[in-house]
């Protein structure tokens, strides 16, 4: 529930919903969420960020009370590499997926468990800091089916 809260009001973050072509990045969240992790001090996360602006915007980091670190992982022909930024381009959407793009918690400060929400910000160049409660899904969660 306070997830679809969060990203109902993280959809009308930055200006009309259609969107506009006024130069600025219009950002918001959808389809967050943690699958339980296995391992007690580490794991993914997955989500998509909209930007229905006319400029884009970069992800500069990931950062959450919960955890001690967040990085940032792009996968391009099945390797796994970390970075620094990733880019949400103008009119289009930055996904972050199983097998794809992802973020990486580790140093967890307790282990989430399917029901609980973990608290994230997503800082961004342009658009600053989008706060994100990200709900804590089956280890076998399947975004497409919702199981």
Sequence with gaps: MAAAVAAT????CGG???GS???KPELSVSSAYMPQPVSASMAAGFLTI?????????LTSVTSD???DITV????GGAMEEVSTLTVPAHGRLVFRSGGNHLMFDGLKRRPEQGQTVPVQLHFAKSGVLKVEMPVKPATYNPATGH
Excluded: F, I, Q
């Design 9 to 12: 009001a993280l959809a009308g």
């Design 16 to 18: 009309s919903a259609s």
């Design 21 to 23: 072509d006024d130069g």
């Design 50 to 58: 909209t930007n229905k602006g006319g400029a884009t915007d970069e």
């Design 66 to 68: 919960d955890a001690g």
């Design 73 to 76: 992982h792009k996968t391009v």
